[in-house]
């Protein structure tokens, strides 16, 4: 007999009913920790990983995102509300929004893109070529960045995953 079990995670909010989210800073760099986990932390783990695309482990105790991710993770966790037990189900604020919209902006501003912010990047970028919808003949491919290839592979709905050569050969 085949049983399918679903395994699901919960968060608890801490007494103030906030989410038990916070920002840490390590030897290594800054990590968002999550913690009050009830249920499956390495299901909960994989989702955000692959939301933020940010790298993360699971300890006993709490969940650790590599990275300064918090209003990402914060917005993550309150669209799955469904998960989440004794929080304040508030959206972030305008004010935290508009911090947020302006990181987007500094980013946009360099001429290349970081590993860390094209995340971020790709889906608006993505848009953008959305619009134009031409494709980029091969010379010109070649000529391109990683982080602007995915943003074509994106737009037109196919996998970012690999290196330069595969991206190019998936475009």
């Keep these: 007999r ?66 300064n991710n918090e209003k990402l993770v914060c917005n993550f966790l309150l669209r799955h509300s469904d998960h989440l037990v004794g929080v304040k189900k508030e959206p972030i604020s ?17 001429k290349s893109l970081d590993a860390k912010a094209a995340p971020s990047m790709l889906k608006k970028t993505a848009i ?15 000529s391109m960045k990683p982080p602007e290839i995915k943003a074509h592979l994106l737009a037109k709905g196919l996998s970012i995953q690999g290196n330069k050569k595969e991206l190019m050969a998936r475009l």
């Design 94 to 110: 305008e004010k935290q929004q508009e911090e947020i919209n302006k990181k987007t902006k500094k980013i946009e501003g360099k």
């Design 2 to 67: 085949n049983q399918f079990i679903i395994m699901s995670w919960k968060v608890r909010g801490t007494k103030k009913g906030n989410l038990p989210v916070k920002l840490e800073t390590r030897k290594n760099g800054k990590v968002v920790v999550i913690s009050n986990i009830e249920g499956d932390r390495n299901v909960l783990l994989s989702e955000l990983k692959r939301a933020l695309g940010a790298g993360g482990v699971a300890r006993p105790e709490y969940i650790e995102i590599n990275g």
């Design 128 to 142: 953008e070529i959305e619009a134009d919808a031409a494709i980029p003949d091969v010379k010109t491919i070649k």
